[in-house]
């Protein structure tokens, strides 16, 4: 089992910068990939950035440029840090992991960019 806790959500304007971070904890010697999805109110989720063992990133075509995510193997976190948000990116953004196989969620933070 990992479990997943995500921090750094909240209000922020147009234009601004938040950094979310996920810390995993449990059976995260297994953990392969992680990353971080989003879901605005009647949308889908979407996968926002992923970051993978073998060092590859991927970030969805409405964030590259602007987001960056990072990991940190000594303190079982991963990093989200957004830059130049636009209301478009309100939305609750989830921490994800896959372990053998199986996938952990976190119970998301909200982010809310808004004048």
């Known amino acids: 089992q990992v479990h997943l806790v995500e921090s750094g959500g909240g209000l922020v304007q147009p234009g601004g910068s938040l950094r979310l971070s996920c810390t995993a904890s449990g059976s995260i010697f297994n953990i392969n990939a992680m990353g971080w999805y989003r879901q605005a109110p009647g949308k889908p989720r979407e996968l926002v950035a992923s970051?993978?063992?073998?060092?590859?990133?991927n970030y969805a075509d409405a964030v590259k440029g602007r987001f960056t995510i990072s990991r940190d193997n000594a303190k079982n976190t991963v990093y989200l840090q957004m830059n130049s948000l636009k209301p478009v990116d309100t939305a609750l953004y989830y921490c994800?992991?896959?372990?053998?196989?199986?996938?952990?969620w976190g119970q998301g933070t909200q982010v809310t960019v808004s004048s």
């Open positions: 994800h992991a896959v372990s053998l196989g199986d996938d952990y």
């Open positions: 970051t993978h063992s073998d060092g590859n990133t």
